[in-house]
Each structure stands twice: as C-alpha cells, then as structure tokens.
C-alpha cells in the first residue's frame, strides 16, 4: 500500500507547484534514479515518488511544449485532418475538435476549429453541413489558447491545457473540402448515428435533452436553465456519465452473463461461472464508455471497474483501501492530468467516503438508513469541494439526491440502456422504454426545479476557499462522520468553521480599488472603496435573449464581485457597441437593485441616460461624467459615457470608445490632469490623440483588447505616442487583470492576474507586469 501512495504523491505533487522543472534537467536526474531502483532494492520504494514526479513533469513539458507557439500566432494553414467530436452550432458558428493527419512544425495534434455560419466575420464563408468522423481539408488561420486570466473566475486556458487543444483555429474563404466520409469503425460517428437514431424516433419525448446525456454523453442540448438547477440542487453528476453509470451498465451486463451461463453445459458452466459474468460485466461497461466517447469520467470510471474485475477474477480478496489506491494510480497513469479535473477528485473522494462510512462498520442498518447516511456523508464532505472548484454549495443537495439517485439508476438509465440495442430493431419496444424514461425524468425535473428554488442566493455564489482552507474543512467533515464515541469527533466543527469567515477581506477605510478586468476585445471595470462600488462597462456578449445569450458575467464580473464581498451600487454601459454592454441584460438579473446609468441610443425602463454635467459624491468618492452633453445625438463611440473618479488617492479617467473629436472636446473644455487612464477605444488610431495625452498626463494607461483580436489593438502608432509621452502602458492581453490599490496619499500599488495566479498551464506574464 505504502507504494501506491507513493506512486500517487509523485504523480499529483507536480501540480502544487507554478512551474516545472526543465526537461533536460529531469531526464538527467530521472535516470540515476532508475539505476538506483534496479540496482539497490532496498531503496527501490523510496524511489517511487521522485520517479513518477519527474514522469509527470516531464508529461506536463511536452503538452507545454506541444502548443502553437506564439511566433506561430494567426498564422495561415492549409491542413487535412478528421472532425474528432460532435460539432456544437450556437452563437453564430460551429465548433468542432479537429485532428490533423500529420503534427509538423507547429500544428499541433489538436485543434479547436471556429467555423462562422455567416459571412460577416473576417470575410469568413458559411459553414456547410459537418459531421463527426469525416475528413476534412481546411484552410485554418490558427491561433494560441492564450485567453483571458483574472484574479478569480474562469480559468479556459487550464481547461485548453488539461483537454490537449493546442491551438484554437478560425476557417477562412478558400479550398475547404470534405475528402471523406467517416470510417466504418469511427467512434464519434457511430455516437452521431446513435445519437440520429434518437432523434429520428424520440426526438418528442419529454426531457429527450438529458436521455441524449444520459445515452451518448451528448450535453450540447441542455439549456442553461437546466444547468442551472442541476447545479442548485447538487445533482449535475448524475447527467455525467461516470461510476455511477458505468456501474449500472456494469450489473447490467453482469446479469446477463449470469442468464447466458443457463445456455451452457453444467460442466462448463462451472468452470466459467466466475469469468462469463465479470467479463459480460466488463464488456457492456466498455460498451457504454464507447458511447459516452471515451469522455474523462467514463475512462476513469471503466479503469476503476478493471482493477476490480481482475480482483475478482484472480479470485485475491483485496482490501477496499488498496483496491481505492490502485486504481487512483490506474487513472493517473493513464491520464496524468487527471488531477487537473474537478471530476478525479469528487469521484474518488466520494469513493473514499463512502469506505470510510461502511467498511469498517458492523451490524445491519436498513438500506433507506444506508441511502440517508451516505448521501449526508458524501454531501458534508463534497461542500468544502463545491465551494473550492465552482464557488456554489447546495442546501437541498442531500433531499435532491436522496431523489434523484434512485430514480436515475434504478429507473431512468437502465431503461435508456435497455433501449439502445432496439433502436435498430423493428417494433416499438424502444420508443416505449425512451418515453418511459423520458417522462420520468421530466418529472424528476419538475421536482428539482422546486428544489432549486428553496437555495439560498448567498451559496449559489461563494467566495473560493483556499486549498488549505478546503483540506481542512473536509477533514472536519470526516471527523464529524466516525462513529459515537470516537473521543475528539465534534473538533471536526472547529475545522470548517473557516468556511464560514467573510467572503472577501474589506479594504481599508483608507484605501481605493479599481479592478481593470480581463475581458477580451471589451471592457470591464470595478471601481470604489469599501462603502461604494461602480461597475464601468458590462464586457463582451452578443446581446441575445435565451438560450443564445452569451456574456463575461458568470464566468468574470460575478465571480470578481463575489470576491469583492461587495454588491454594486452604480453599473455604467459607456455606450452600445456589444463589447461594452453585452452583459447588461445578465447584470440586471444578478443586481436588480442596483443603479443604472448608459449611453445608449433609445431610453430603456429602469436605466438613466449618462449626461454631462451630472456629478455625484459617494463613500467619500467623487464621480464626475464629462461626456456626453445633453442634447447631442447618438454618436456610437462617440457617445461613450467618459467618468472622472477622483477620492482616496485614486485619479483615474474612464474613456470608453471615444475618438480624437471628443478628445480635443474634452480638451478644449478643460480636461484636467489623471494619474490613469483607460486607454481609449482598446488602443485604435482613431483615439489617444497627442492633444488627449497632453492634458490628462497620465502616470499609468491600461488598454483592454484580446490576445488574438482582428482588429490588431492596440495599434503601434498608438503605442509610439504613449512611449513618446513616457506613460507606462499595461495591456491585459500581457497581464491579465489589472488591480490598482492606492490610499490617502495617492500611491498606488499595482498586481496583474496573469503574474499572482501563477500556474503549470499559465501562459507567461510580460516581462513589464507589475
């Protein structure tokens, strides 16, 4: 045992740390370890740990090193490759995994492909009818998987890495043809035809949605709502196909194997009655993992199963412990990044609980007693996790799943399963099981939305506890779960009770903080001190209702608020264009309490236009608008909502989108002096004219633009003017977020995203980043 834990630590330390070790110079100490192993075999278990440390570094180096490298930056490429997963249409494009036939120079191995299904982007054409499994000859301008990094919120460049996509990729006009249709033997297109065949006979079928997530892991219909509620009420794993489904599968097809052994001769059914049933077990398990794609979770699911099966099959009884610990190394080794997904460690810390709870107790409980004390176990545990990995906890987790559970394993997924082998057959046995599980899982949902609705707003979005913090409330939890007696028990309370401190620290009654925030190609800014907080602009979205609405607030500007421990008072839209008010509509329904003040083209319910010379004082703070007057027409840029923040040593001019007209407007009606600016309109050559930087005088100019923006913001012109002015700039394409902290005396301390949330995946801060 003591082993496998080592195999364990060497394999997971590697991600405690914020960079690796050198290639070169792991392959120089991994070798005299491995003589050390072979030749010494009294050492050889101590040199498990670094052995396998060094194995995982050097794994993490090469997809480090597999990326398109940023010389290669929106290079143009003609590659042939196979569309590797089921395309996503949304949003105007379709999006699709794609596997070139050939790595050279720097493609990489994989390619995430945006293709517009209009033509009014980049000149781009109109994608055609795209199915997984074919090959394709594309003409693809690539781009790195360097995206947007904040003090806290959505991390996608961990989630590019740990899924291996090494380039993203956006199609241009040109030579883009299919070469060939998918192969006989193609998972993804065998997961699309069962997926057709679906649609074809149930596509009605109440909740047809979550069966076609419970069938081929096929997620791409779920609507936001119903995420929504899943993770409201704790049970989004049981739309996951992982140990909970491949276990199901699992019986299912162990049964069968015990009902074929009937059609054998006694004496060979003896000698297979062990094998047939474990390997039937197996291969409807496999089976199943094929359907769902080989998805993370299955596989870990599926390896987990075999380290078990050959328990079984080597007739050895194995401590549950040792079984646990062997096929976490199983999964690591299979996957080394494993540990980089929430998914590893939920499932096998679920695992654990549930050992801890059942293995080592004596005396029958009944099995409703069972149920109820496991899922309170798994429940108390997995909170501190919740909070750590998505910053929301479920009161009504524990009721949902007493629920939930039950009726998708023992009536929802067994029916489903039961139906895939009909779905070519002749007669309507299949549609009746669909319909069955389908109603029942509409009705499942009808309950959990009720459900959802009893969850408090304040654990739908938590602070995000530190990794120490989360060890320590779960230990708590696990002393809370020993049995009666064990002296020391209650102590667990005193463990959790860190999770219960304020969500952020308050600043200093003294002190101002302005958030520039890492948004892409748009604009977002938090700014104000402890008893007042503006919001400057909403972000990038696309200004749709629905299910088609996509914006920056979940996944940014909340998640920065939540941390600020602060609601805002005043939110400002600068103007209309989509890069600043494209989450507007989501910030009303997060914050319907708070003011609202925009620019924008027509009066809207509830928002007061933005009018020069309106000013106002708060939290010691004062707000001064400069443009636009009253009275002008609608401008676009032009009408951006321009703020002067002054207070608490914060100086700082907020610009929007406005061009140099404004600017010597500005100047010509005083514009006095700012120690920041927000650089205007991202960095274009329309604005940030010498007369602008002339008066304001800035001490600091941050410009928000994305990485791989079309537009080349900011322009170099732009950046002359600022060097030739001696105004030291900061682009979040370099640092990430921006945090301006100054107090009474006007000094101000400045720290980027991109530099304080160092990580392994983390593509490098500039060397100019504070």
């Not at 370099?734 to 160092?758: H, M, N, P, Q």
Request: hydrophobic share 50%.
């Amino acid at each position: 045992m003591k082993a496998w834990a080592l195999l364990i630590a060497g394999a997971v330390s590697p991600y405690l740390f914020a960079s690796t070790l050198p290639s070169r110079l792991a392959g120089l100490l991994l070798v005299p370890l491995i003589a050390l192993a072979v030749l010494k075999p009294s050492l050889r278990i101590w040199c498990i740990f670094p052995v396998f440390f060094l194995l995982t570094t050097l794994t993490v180096n090469h997809r480090l090193a597999a990326r398109l490298p940023v010389t290669a930056n929106m290079s143009l490429h003609e590659i042939t490759g196979r569309v590797a997963s089921l395309p996503r249409r949304g949003n105007g494009s379709l999006r699709f995994e794609f596997r070139p036939d050939s790595v050279n120079g720097p493609i990489p191995a994989r390619i995430r492909v945006y293709w517009f299904t209009r033509n009014d982007r980049d000149g781009g054409v109109k994608a055609p009818e795209l199915h997984a499994g074919e090959r394709w000859r594309l003409q693809l301008e690539l781009r790195t998987t360097r995206r947007s990094v904040n003090f806290t919120g959505t991390d996608a460049e961990r989630w590019l890495f740990v899924d291996g996509i090494g380039a993203l990729a956006y199609v241009q006009p040109g030579d883009n043809v299919r070469l060939a249709d998918p192969g006989v033997f193609d998972l993804q297109h065998w997961r699309a035809s069962t997926l057709a065949r679906l649609e074809q006979i149930a596509a009605d079928v109440p909740a047809f949605r979550m069966l076609a997530a419970l069938a081929i892991a096929d997620r791409r219909g779920l609507l936001s709502t119903d995420r929504d509620v899943f993770a409201a009420t704790g049970t989004g794993h049981l739309l996951a196909i992982s140990g909970l489904h491949i276990g199901l599968a699992a019986v299912m097809g162990f049964y069968l194997g015990r009902l074929v052994l009937l059609f054998f001769p006694p004496g060979l059914r003896l000698q297979i009655a062990l094998a047939l049933p474990w390997l039937s077990a197996w291969l409807a398990a496999l089976s199943y993992s094929a359907l769902a794609g080989f998805g993370v979770s299955t596989q870990r699911a599926l390896i987990m199963l075999s380290v078990a099966s050959l328990a079984m099959l080597n007739r050895r009884k194995v401590h549950a412990g040792l079984a646990w610990m062997v096929a976490m190394a199983a999964v690591l080794l299979a996957d080394p990044f494993a540990p980089l997904r929430a998914g590893f460690w939920f499932s096998f810390i679920a695992v654990a609980v549930l050992l801890l709870l059942f293995v080592p107790r004596y005396g029958n409980l009944p099995v409703w007693r069972k149920m109820i004390f496991a899922q309170f176990g798994i429940s108390l545990v997995m909170a501190p996790l919740g909070m750590h990995w998505f910053q929301q906890a479920s009161v009504t987790g524990l009721l949902a799943n007493l629920v939930a559970i039950p009726v998708v394993s023992f009536l929802v997924v067994p029916l489903i399963l039961t139906a895939l082998p009909f779905l070519w057959l002749p007669g309507p046995l299949a549609v009746w099981l669909l319909k069955l599980a389908g109603y029942t899982m509409h009705w499942l949902f009808l309950l959990l939305e009720q459900l959802a609705a009893l969850q408090p707003d304040w654990l739908s979005a938590t602070r995000t506890p530190g990794l120490a913090s989360t060890i320590l409330a779960m230990l708590g939890a696990l002393l809370l779960l020993l049995p009666r007696g064990v002296p020391g028990r209650y102590a667990g309370l005193l463990l959790m009770l860190p999770l219960l401190l304020p969500t952020a620290v308050p600043l200093d009654p003294t002190e101002a903080q302005a958030d520039f925030l890492d948004v892409g190609q748009g604009l977002a800014v938090l700014i104000g001190n402890r008893n007042y907080l503006l919001v400057y602009d909403t972000g990038p979205g696309n200004g749709l209702a629905g299910e088609e609405r996509w914006d920056m607030v979940a996944g940014t500007i909340q998640p920065m608020l939540v941390a600020r421990g602060q609601k805002p008072d005043l939110i400002v839209v600068s103007h209309a264009d989509l890069d600043h008010s494209g989450g507007l509509a989501s910030l009303r329904q997060y914050y319907p309490q708070a003011q609202y003040l925009a620019s924008l083209p027509r009066v809207r319910a509830g928002i007061r236009p933005c009018r020069a010379p309106d000013a106002w004082s708060a939290g010691g703070m004062k707000f001064t608008v400069l443009h636009p007057s009253a009275g002008l027409p609608y401008l676009g840029n032009d009408s951006s909502c321009v703020i002067s923040v002054r207070g608490q040593g914060l100086d700082f001019l907020l610009s929007g989108d406005i061009s140099r007209l404004v600017e010597q407007r500005l100047v010509n009606e005083g514009l006095a002096t700012h120690a920041i600016l927000s650089v205007p309109h991202h960095g274009s050559s329309t604005s940030s004219s010498t007369a602008l930087l002339e008066a304001v005088r800035p001490e600091l100019a941050l410009i928000s633009a994305a990485a791989n923006n079309r537009f080349g913001f900011p322009r170099e012109d732009v950046m002359q003017r600022y060097q030739q002015a001696r105004i030291r700039t900061i682009n979040t394409t370099d640092c990430g977020g921006i945090r301006i902290t100054t107090d009474l005396r006007g000094a101000f301390k400045l720290v980027s995203a991109r530099t304080s949330r160092k990580a392994i995946w983390r593509w490098p801060a500039a060397p100019t980043c504070p």
